[in-house]
């Protein structure tokens, strides 16, 4: 959905507030694709700061299907978005503001679902975990360690102390 923002932009002192509904079903990145399950609408508040510049404040609040980065169980995680950014008009340059004009600006009109996949793509969580203590799974077997052992032997030996290891196991009487 595109919003005008040319009316904010030209007029000072000028607020609008504006609810952009979410037509996005997915957020696909490098990650992968992950299917939303819930979403809210985008709330946005605009309001001109000064000469070609709005302030744009609001949220939006998503749910989405994930997995569990040790377990690789289903895990739903919540996104709740709050962001603040300073727009500003198309072909106003100035020396402390970014030189490209960002990718959710089209001319003079914001389109909420480059914005708001910026949002999600900067604020995504860095680890997924279905517990703090999740356990994961097993190196050997790949049994899931939260719903019960494996009995696999799970000893892995410093590989430093390899050398000390072979002169026992060449001395070693049979």
């Known amino acids: 959905m595109l919003i005008n923002l040319s009316d904010v932009l030209t ?3 000028r607020t609008e507030t504006v609810t952009a509904p979410v037509e996005m079903m997915s957020f696909i990145s490098r990650l992968g694709k992950f299917p939303i399950q819930e979403k809210s609408p985008v709330a946005f508040t605009f309001t001109n700061i000064g000469r070609d510049k709005v302030k744009a404040e609001g949220s939006v609040r998503f749910v989405f299907e994930t997995r569990c980065d040790r377990c690789l ?3 739903p995680t919540v996104l709740e978005l709050k962001f603040n950014r300073v727009i ?20 003079y ?13 900067v604020n995504w969580p860095v680890k997924i ?5 999740c356990r994961g799974v097993c190196p050997v077997c790949g049994q899931n360690l ?4 494996c009995g696999c032997d799970s000893f892995v030996p410093d590989p430093r102390m390899a050398v000390i ?10």
């Open 109 to 121: 009109q914001l389109n909420t679902e480059t914005f708001v996949y910026n949002e999600i793509l």
């Open 129 to 133: 975990l279905c517990r703090e203590d």
């Open 88 to 107: 500003v008009s198309p072909g106003v340059t100035a020396d402390d503001e970014a030189e490209e004009s960002p990718n959710y600006m089209e001319g």
């Open 146 to 149: 939260n719903v019960r052992e």
């Open 73 to 75: 169980g289903e895990v």
């Open 165 to 174: 290891q072979d002169i026992f196991n060449a001395n070693k009487e049979v």
């Open 11 to 13: 007029s000072e002192g």
